[in-house]
């Protein structure tokens, strides 16, 4: 039985609730601490905003949708597919979104049936990596985004820890497409994946990292040493936006173009993150 969380993703009252969490996790947050919560708050919602027409939008760890459901929002003719590991949220995900494409799997950069580690208490940090606490283990497919995927425009992969192994596994996808990734990068490495491994992925494929609030501006791509420092607490963002060095200046006034539309919340957080 979908939760109520679940019940009111993509709808209005929906929408004010998040708007009106945002806010007072903005209000509550320690002030070393505000602009990693404001980027955080920024990625997606500005990642929504950066869909145009018809674009193929990949979300790798899809979980009750959110994030489909905002791409919905913003850019209704969008063509989405999703991929997800756990069966329950599938079957959710696939009433939810009828007309998108989704695919009950873990995605890496190895195929075969792998662990699956299920996060009783917040289903969001489900992920392969074996946790403690309270968790069920189930077995899923794991699969290669190449195999699966010929075309994407946009992508966003939160897998909690196992981002490098996704990325890995579409190596074709990426150089072919040249698409901008929104990526989840945390503190702690995980599964032997590391941050010096993810930055470099990049580097050797002709992207820059950015942080969500500096994708609008004409600020440098981050080094590595820039990129390790940002996990360092207070951290920087835990979302990062990996550009194609080719596409670079397009994708900055796509961003900064959004400025100009009426007044959005995603200007104020930015405005709110400059002035941190």
């Given at each position: ?192 994946f590391t941050k010096e ?65 009426k007044p959005s919340r ?11």
């Amino acid at each position: 039985m979908p939760t109520l969380k679940q019940l009111l993703v993509g709808t209005m009252f929906g929408r004010w609730l998040s708007t009106a969490r945002d806010f007072f996790s903005l209000v509550r947050a320690p002030r070393v601490a505000l602009g990693t919560t404001v980027n955080d708050q920024l990625a997606p919602r500005l990642l929504a905003q950066l869909c145009r027409p018809n674009d193929v939008f990949v979300d790798v760890g899809a979980h009750i949708g959110s994030v489909i459901a905002e791409v919905r929002h913003n850019c209704p003719s969008a063509r989405i597919v999703a991929f997800e590991a756990m069966p329950d949220k599938v079957a959710w995900l696939t009433r939810k979104f009828p007309t998108a494409t989704v695919h009950c799997c873990a995605l890496s950069d190895q195929t075969g049936e792998a662990e699956f580690f299920v996060n009783l208490s917040q289903s969001g940090y489900s992920s392969l990596a074996e946790q403690q606490g309270s968790v069920r283990r189930i077995k899923v497919d794991r699969k290669r985004m190449d195999d699966l995927l010929d075309w994407a425009d946009l992508i966003k992969i939160d897998v909690e820890g196992a981002e490098l192994g996704v990325l890995r596994g579409a190596v074709k996808l990426i150089e072919k497409c040249q698409p901008l990734i929104m990526f989840e990068s945390g503190p702690h490495d995980v599964l032997g994946f590391t941050k010096e491994g993810m930055f470099n992925f990049f580097s050797e494929r002709n992207y820059g990292l950015l942080a969500p609030n500096r994708l609008a501006h004409r600020s440098s791509v981050m080094t590595l040493d820039s990129f390790l420092d940002g996990h360092e607490y207070p951290r920087r963002t835990t979302n990062y936006f990996a550009v194609p060095l080719t596409r670079l200046d397009e994708f900055r006034m796509r961003a900064a173009s959004l400025s100009h539309r009426k007044p959005s919340r995603n200007v104020a957080l930015e405005a709110a993150s400059l002035a941190i």
